[in-house]
């Protein structure tokens, strides 16, 4: 329970930080989260040396990653987490088709491999197109399901998303042609 001074002391507080004054009320909005920017995350094996970089979007529910990791798989993946567990279309799919929206354009419906509370974008064909969208939009919206079969939008600002993905294209570029070299 609040003690009525401390609750007074605290409307006083927020009232003066707010340039209002004390004797009219007080009115709290909540803020709204700024959008973060695309960033770059750069790893390097410890044992292998294998570099691996994704540029990531973060979202309040999740982050959309777009990257390569050689040790894992070939060429470059897009996959989203989510916090939530996601739903798979049959008990042996292990696969979604999802709805992905970027800016105001037509809604795409594609197919989505499902591990968890994680989703890889398939076919490999359809990660250029994704990839090109994604530097050229603001946003996007990714409409999964969890596992109680409830929609979940995921929103990722996309902002500063052409030098995040140019960047991680060249260390991927550049790593693997320094991995063709070393195991020849």
Not at 65 to 89: H, K, M, Q, T
Request: glycine fraction near 4%; include cysteine; charge should be positive.
């Amino acid at each position: 329970m609040v003690h009525n001074m401390l609750l007074k002391t605290t409307v006083l507080a927020l009232a003066a930080a707010s340039a209002q004054p004390a004797d009219q009320p007080l009115v709290l909005t909540p803020l709204e989260l700024l959008p973060r920017q695309m960033i770059v995350e750069i790893e390097r094996d410890p044992i292998t040396d294998a570099v691996s970089a994704f540029a990531v979007a973060r979202a309040h529910n999740g982050h959309l990653s777009i990257g390569c990791d050689p040790d894992r798989y070939r060429g470059i993946r897009v996959s989203f987490r989510s916090r939530n567990w996601l739903a798979e279309e049959g008990i042996f799919a292990r696969t979604r088709k999802m709805i992905y929206r970027f800016d105001d354009a037509a809604p795409v419906r594609g197919r989505w491999n499902i591990k968890d509370d994680t989703a890889t974008l398939r076919p490999w064909s359809r990660v250029p197109g994704f990839v090109n969208q994604a530097v050229n939009s603001r946003r996007l919206i990714i409409r999964s399901k969890d596992i109680e079969n409830r929609e979940r939008d995921l929103v990722f600002t996309l902002e500063g998303s052409r030098p995040a993905v140019a960047k991680m294209l060249e260390v991927c570029q550049t790593a693997g042609l320094r991995q063709a070299v070393r195991y020849r």
